[in-house]
């Protein structure tokens, strides 16, 4: 299968919800991750919250000891920086091991699911200093934005490299006569990063009904990290089969 130019990473948070309702170590994470990148997943991402719901501390170093074996794959870490985040990925860089993207979410510590991206420009002071820490650990920093194209030059500004545009907003309209407006919103905005020099990622509810659309209406999308739906189709299909469906609608 030809490799698309949009990056598919596998979030696995879904899968350590699960494990984390027994106490038998099952399902495994790190042989989610290695069934996910043999079917052909250009990376995992994770989002370790600090009340460990899902996604606990030693996932994240297991994970990144695992992705020693796939160089040419990512492991992106996602979270809120004034959290847990930083500390998580210092101790990779510590322990030498593989992280090469992080993704500031700005959510709360007891939060459901991410709902929103950083607001610009009253986030900008705050978001600088741990942008620049990022980097001193050679670190890419995304920032989760809403498709607001008039933030991206202050999120340029800030130091970032990417933006992640939240999706749900698309997502949701899918199927709606508000589907055409949203997909022109989104295609602003990354347009609009294009535009500035950022670099372009794209998340949240992204499935295999509406991720091809997204895809060829929204300019330069480098990189889409799905979780739910993902995990969700894998129950029925099967991580291999799962990853080539999604692959085949980076290609479409």
């Known amino acids: 299968m030809k490799s698309p130019t949009t990056a598919l990473s596998v979030n696995l948070n879904k899968v350590a919800l699960v494990r984390n309702t027994r106490h038998l170590g099952i399902p495994s994470v790190t042989r989610a991750a290695t069934l996910c990148l043999q079917a052909g997943a250009s990376g995992i991402t994770v989002h370790p919250r600090p009340d460990a719901r899902h996604i606990r501390a030693e996932d994240v170093t297991d994970l990144a000891a695992l992705l020693q ?19 998580c990925v210092a101790d990779l860089r510590a322990r030498h091991l593989p992280v090469h993207q992080v993704t500031f979410v700005p959510d709360s ?6 709902d929103h991206g950083w607001n610009f420009p009253a986030d900008a002071d705050r978001l600088r200093p741990v942008i620049a820490q990022a980097h001193a650990l050679g670190l890419r ?9 008039a933030a991206m030059a ?7 490299d990417r933006v992640e545009l939240y999706t749900e907003p698309f ?3 899918w199927g709606t006569q508000e589907q055409g407006a949203q997909l022109q919103r989104f295609a602003a905005a990354a347009q609009a990063a294009l535009d500035v020099g950022l670099g372009v990622n794209a998340g949240h509810d992204l499935n295999l009904h509406n991720l091809a659309a997204f895809v060829q209406k929204v300019p330069g999308v480098q990189e889409v990290s799905i979780g739910h739906a993902l995990i969700s189709d894998a129950l029925e299909l099967g991580y291999e089969a799962t990853i ?5 609608c980076l290609q479409a």
């Open 109 to 114: 510590e007891g939060q459901f699911t991410s």
């Open 69 to 87: 074996a796939w160089p040419d794959r990512e492991f992106n870490v996602e979270g809120n920086p004034f959290h847990n985040l930083m500390d």
């Open 171 to 173: 997502a949701a309209a």
């Open 141 to 149: 920093v995304s920032l989760f934005m809403d498709a607001d194209p």
């Open 244 to 248: 080539q469906a999604y692959l085949r």
């Open 154 to 160: 202050a999120a340029k500004a800030a130091g970032a």
